[in-house]
């Protein structure tokens, strides 16, 4: 192993040659025949949420060692390797359709892992500043804060939204995206295996002939490589649609602005002269010219001589804003629509994919984005100076529906209509909590409502939230009630101590202490500036991946369980320590360790097993 260069050595080497023009990277195949890229691999993935979900070969990543990853790269060298098929699932979307869901196999994920850390290294840094989905230290947030500040004075906006792009992904067409960077076959017959791999689904093997499937490790990182294409295209666009330095001035707007200021300064010189009536009519007739000049736009709108045009997208979903006419919105999409179909094989979801209004509401990650209107009203600042409200800047919002729908999603909400269509809303206890401890119920509330809170942080009413935290509070008092077989009142008294309603529980390490339901508020946050640099050009990254105590764990040989040193120790793994019931020697040992792994020798992890 001491002739393999390291993984950091690797991955960086790759990263410092992707900005060369026309360079195309060679023998990346050979790195699959390092152990250490798979330690990295593992550390990574072992614990991710559905760690421990089975392929269809019933295996986990439960019994990871180098004899396993040997094995792998014995496939590896004389190119045996085969992904099995994944295990097809569906999971419910938000519109009541369902999406599917591939599983793939443990050892799949491991050198799936691989893979993405390599092909990340060597397209990460050519992708898109206006690309937010599946990037390291992007988001959701940093991709709403780039349209919260970018998109200012737009007028039209085009909301788009591929048709299953995961599933429609022209599999031919991104080995081609591949091959422009890439010469090493062994390498591309690699992701050719994953992407042809097929799924199973109802015990029936299907072939797949399009698309990545969603689950997979490397789908995202594929998905982002195809649709850095489209990203390239608006970039491309908006160099050609741009038109204009600056917006010519409103003609009315500096008419109205000058008879205003001359109305002030004369009412200003004869104030002291006028009586009480003369005084509220010339005030008057001054505050009308001022509210005619507040809601004039200071720049023509209807200047043809000047466009722009703004993209951002996550994933499959993009936001375009247009300073423009709606004739060019909808040639806008339209052009849109043509480049997908003609370059990248994909279709534009008729339902989803609107021109609106920037007043209007744009649904975009979950959020309604529009702009601020004119209005009559004006700031007046420290130094006296009287400047009108601020017009065209991006407004986020959180929509009804989304927490009201979470609540009847969790059970938490019954919405009853009478015979006028009034509705009446109803807190009701949750059946899925009646048998959990009440510190598990309190931290479960608490986890949800947190969860929404911080989602919807950027949003300008996001003190909404309050409605939504009512709910849930009385949500959670019945669900006490119900528990404890006892009324509403009589379950918020067993509990409410210092004016709060908090739950006792013990420590793992036996101290007493409590939990107190959420009552935190709910104020709108900012993205910090250390986050903004996420929407920037990306400086280079230096890859200094470090083993964590997992790895060093193995690496040391040392069973945590009988004593004895092993060369090829094996890491036992479980779901959740809340499985655990300390009823055997090892789990006991995992509880006492808060941990969800431990590594053993080979008998002890065969006597774990039996």
């Given amino acids: 192993m001491r002739h393999l260069r390291s993984p950091n050595e690797v991955l960086n080497s790759l990263q410092s040659k992707t900005t060369i023009e026309n360079y195309q990277f060679e023998r990346l195949y050979r790195n699959l025949y390092n152990p250490n890229f798979y330690l990295i691999a593992y550390q990574n993935i072992y614990d991710n949420h559905g760690s421990m979900t089975k392929g269809i070969d019933g295996k986990t990543l439960d019994g990871m060692g180098m004899e ?71 988001s959701c947030h940093t991709a709403l804060d780039q349209i919260k500040r970018t998109f200012t004075g737009i007028k039209w906006f085009v909301e788009g939204d591929i048709a ?30 994953f992407l042809r791999a097929g799924y199973m689904e109802n015990w029936r093997y299907n072939e797949t002939y399009s698309g990545a499937a969603q689950g997979s490790v490397i789908s995202p990182i594929l998905a982002n490589i195809y649709m850095n294409e489209l990203d390239r295209y ?25 008879k205003w200021k001359v109305a002030k300064m004369s009412m200003e010189k004869t104030w002291n002269t006028l009586n009480l009536e003369e005084r509220e009519r ?37 936001l375009v804003g247009i300073i423009g006419s709606k004739t060019d919105a909808e040639r806008i999409k339209s052009d849109i629509k043509e480049f997908l179909a003609r370059r990248l094989k994909l279709e534009l979801s008729s339902e989803k994919t609107l021109v609106t209004h920037a007043t209007d509401k744009a649904r975009f990650l979950g959020y309604d984005v529009t702009t601020s209107k004119p209005s009559s009203e004006t700031i007046q600042k420290c130094n006296g100076t009287i400047c009108r409200r601020p017009t065209g800047v991006i407004k986020l919002y959180v929509p009804k529906e989304k927490w009201v729908k979470n609540l009847l999603d969790k059970s938490s909400l019954w919405i009853q209509k009478d015979e006028n269509g009034q509705e009446r809303w109803m807190p009701v206890a949750r059946k899925d909590m009646l048998y959990k401890a009440p510190d598990d119920i309190v931290g479960t509330f608490n986890a949800e409502i947190r969860g929404l809170y911080n989602y919807y942080a950027l949003a300008s009413n996001v003190s909404v939230l309050s409605k939504y935290r009512y709910v849930m509070e009385y949500s959670m008092y019945k669900t006490f009630a119900c528990k404890y077989r006892c009324s509403l009142v009589k379950a918020k008294r067993m509990f409410f101590k210092d004016g709060k ?19 935190g ?36 040989g040392h069973c945590e369980l009988c004593g004895e040193q092993d060369s090829l120790p ?25 941990r969800k792994t431990l590594v053993v020798c080979h008998d002890c992890f065969e006597k774990i097993h039996s």
């Fill in 164 to 193: 299953g792009c995961f599933d429609n992904i022209d599999q031919h067409t991104l080995i081609n995206i591949l091959r422009r960077k890439i010469r090493d076959e062994h390498f591309l017959g690699l992701i050719w295996k």
């Fill in 521 to 556: 508020g709910f104020r709108q946050k900012r993205l910090s500036r250390d986050k903004r640099v996420d929407i920037l050009p990306q400086p280079m990254k230096s890859y200094t991946i470090k083993p964590r105590e997992l790895i060093g764990r193995m690496f040391k």
């Fill in 68 to 138: 396993r990853i040997n094995r792998i790269i014995n496939k590896m060298k004389n190119y045996t390797y085969q992904p099995n098929p994944v295990r097809r699932q569906y999971i419910k979307k938000a519109n009541g359709r369902l999406r599917p869901l591939g599983i793939p196999s443990a050892d799949d994920k491991l050198v799936q892992e691989v893979v993405r850390m390599i092909l990340e290294s060597i397209y990460e840094p050519t992708f898109s500043k206006y690309s937010h989905g599946f990037r390291p230290e992007r």
């Fill in 282 to 318: 010339v005030a008057q007739a001054v505050n009308e010219k001022r509210k005619m000049w507040a809601v004039l736009p200071s720049m023509n709108p209807q200047d043809g001589s000047y466009r722009r045009i703004m993209y951002c997208r996550y994933a499959d979903d993009f």
């Fill in 234 to 258: 608006m970039e491309e666009y908006k160099v050609t649609f741009d038109k204009g330095q600056k917006r010519a001035v409103n003609s009315e707007y500096l008419k109205i602005h000058y």
């Fill in 570 to 594: 094996k890491v036992y793994q479980v779901r959740k320590l809340s499985e655990l019931r300390a009823n055997v020697e090892w789990e006991a040992r995992m509880i006492e360790k808060h």
């Fill in 501 to 519: 309603f908090t739950v006792p529980y013990t420590t793992s390490k036996g101290i007493e202490k409590r939990i107190a339901f959420y009552d």
